[in-house]
T-cell receptor, first 114, second 115 residues
Framework: AQTVTQSQPEMSVQEAETVTLSCTYDTSESNYYLFWYKQPPSRQMILVIRQEAYKQQNATENRFSVNFQKAAKSFSLKISDSQLGDTAMYFCAFMKGRDDKIIFGKGTRLHILP | DTGVSQDPRHKITKRGQNVTFRCDPISEHNRLYWYRQTLGQGPEFLTYFQNEAQLEKSRLLSDRFSAERPKGSFSTLEIQRTEQGDSAMYLC?????????????FGQGTRLTVV
């Protein structure tokens, strides 16, 4: 069974700093999808960024980028120039195939400090 | 398109009562997921549907839980004989599998408190 591990329960950084959230996963599949979802306090979960395992190039979405290390089964999220609105729970997630279920990690609570 | 809608947003029930939650996915989204999330934890998979077909149900899910999606549009999640351990946020998500877009869209959830 696939598992997703986030080893940082909570992190705090100053506004405008760069922060990296870690995620590792376990799978025997060769093709799969990885995601980072953001859940702001009392608000619904939204997708931040996604990565297809067959793509070697790391995904980037504005201030958000990933470091995808397929051999190490690592998928970290980097947030550059952090903003107060980035304060949220961040979940790393895995999907075996396009038609499969999504498995989530336990999350990292990120605080951006003014 | 108003996004994924869940009803009710909050539910307080006495132990032993049955509860039913509703999820209205984004129209034309054929895939619908149910998750349970407890405080400070990640969403735990419960079950998912492709149109009206239930594809998988978590082995961790008690027989007291049942879900259906009768016409391939909205879905209901029922919990029978609720227990205090059922207290959690129940999340619904939907996506369209016919496209290359793998993004799942989540509702705001139904928070269940069993007293």
């Amino acid at each position: 069974a696939q598992t997703v591990t986030q080893s940082q329960p909570e992190m705090s950084v100053q506004e405008a700093e760069t922060v990296t959230l870690s995620c590792t996963y376990d799978t025997s599949e060769s093709n799969y999808y990885l995601f980072w979802y953001k859940q702001p306090p009392s608000r619904q979960m939204i997708l931040v960024i996604r990565q297809e395992a067959y793509k070697q190039q790391n995904a980037t979405e504005n201030r958000f980028s990933v470091n995808f290390q397929k051999a190490a089964k690592s998928f970290s999220l980097k947030i550059s120039d952090s903003q107060l609105g980035d304060t949220a729970m961040y979940f790393c997630a895995f999907m075996k195939g396009r038609d499969d279920k999504i498995i989530f990690g336990k999350g990292t609570r990120l605080h951006i400090l003014p | 398109d108003t996004g994924v809608s869940q009803d009710p947003r909050h539910k307080i029930t006495k132990r032993g009562q049955n509860v039913t939650f509703r999820c209205d996915p984004i129209s034309e989204h054929n895939r619908l997921y149910w998750y349970r999330q407890t405080l400070g934890q990640g969403p735990e998979f419960l079950t998912y549907f492709q149109n009206e077909a239930q594809l998988e149900k978590s082995r961790l899910l008690s027989d007291r839980f049942s879900a259906e999606r009768p016409k391939g549009s909205f879905s209901t999640l029922e919990i029978q004989r609720t227990e205090q351990g059922d207290s959690a946020m129940y999340l619904c998500a939907s996506r369209a599998t016919a496209t290359e877009n793998t993004e799942a869209f989540f509702g705001q959830g139904t928070r269940l408190t069993v007293v």
